[in-house]
């Protein structure tokens, strides 16, 4: 699959947010990401690439890793151990998630990992919101100890458009080499203080992401509102939705108190997304 505007867009957020190591398996739009970039060597498979990226993250750099939805099947043991322990420099993982199963043997919604352990998905719904979400992840990685995880959908990838990009490049923070074992080995010993620390940290996690989504509602006036996950709202026939409210969502977790508010007095509530309806229950489930 050949380059477009929305990887170069997010490649460029990521080279502005201080990317200096990025490694790759290839599949659906991923291995784009990886050469514009500027990767030269491929992992054997996905569990490698993920463990190089989170390796040169305890190196103390701004690391990134790219598969599509079905090679997070084969790094799940080292992604899952990462949000226990933590980063050490930001981490950032992007999953293409191939939801019309255009380049992929079968449909898988990466999302459900998130059920695990929680920490901080991102799910662009427009090339402005991609390229600001691709040049903070870094430094909100490494503000919040996990690795951030960005989910780029087949409607993503159909964005175009022309924005106005700012040149400067986010410093990295200088971080040696992560020497800290009661940190960043998962083991029993070490257990019931990282699964603390992980309980503290989705709770920062999950009020950042309530401010992070705040304001994308519009102005609350209809009984019939509509939720919309990620990019998939560029390909709505629009004027169809003319008389509904509308709020964007580009976090998981989700922005529950804000869904809540949303919903509160409407007649009719659709949700829109990519892939499972696993956003959907996640919305149902607030009561």
């Not at 919309?228 to 409210?245: H, I």
Request: aromatic content about 12%; overall charge negative.
């Amino acid at each position: 699959m050949k380059d477009n505007i929305a990887t170069k867009i997010i490649c460029q957020g990521f080279k502005n947010g201080g990317v200096e190591y990025v490694s790759n398996f290839p599949g659906f739009h991923s291995h784009n990401i990886f050469s514009g970039l500027g990767g030269e060597q491929i992992s054997i498979n996905e569990r490698v690439a993920y463990e190089t990226a989170y390796g040169a993250s305890l190196a103390g750099k701004r690391s990134l890793v790219a598969m599509k939805n079905v090679g997070l099947n084969v790094a799940a043991d080292p992604f899952l151990h990462s949000i226990i322990a933590g980063v050490n420099a930001g981490l950032v993982v992007v999953i293409t998630d191939d939801t019309k199963a255009v380049a992929s043997q079968e449909r898988q919604d990466s999302r459900h990992f998130f059920d695990f352990y929680g920490g901080l998905w991102f799910e662009p719904n427009s090339l402005e919101s991609a390229y600001q979400i691709a040049k903070d992840s870094f430094k909100l990685s490494e503000e919040l100890d996990v690795p951030v995880v960005i989910r780029l959908t087949n409607q993503f990838f159909e964005l175009e458009g022309d924005i106005t990009l700012d040149s400067t490049v986010s410093p990295g923070n200088n971080l040696g080499i992560a020497n800290n074992p009661e940190k960043f080995v998962v083991y029993p010993t070490f257990w019931l203080n990282q699964y603390k620390n992980l309980s503290d940290k989705n709770g920062r996690i999950r009020e950042l992401a309530s401010k992070f989504s705040k304001n994308k509602a519009e102005d609350q006036k209809n009984e019939k509102g509509l939720i919309v996950f990620g990019s998939c709202w560029q390909e709505l026939g629009q004027d169809d939705y003319n008389d509904w409210d509308k709020l964007l969502v580009e976090t998981y977790p989700i922005p529950k108190e804000e869904i809540e508010e949303f919903i509160k007095n409407k007649k009719e509530i659709k949700v829109i997304e990519q892939g499972d309806n696993y956003g959907f229950l996640s919305e149902t489930s607030t009561g």
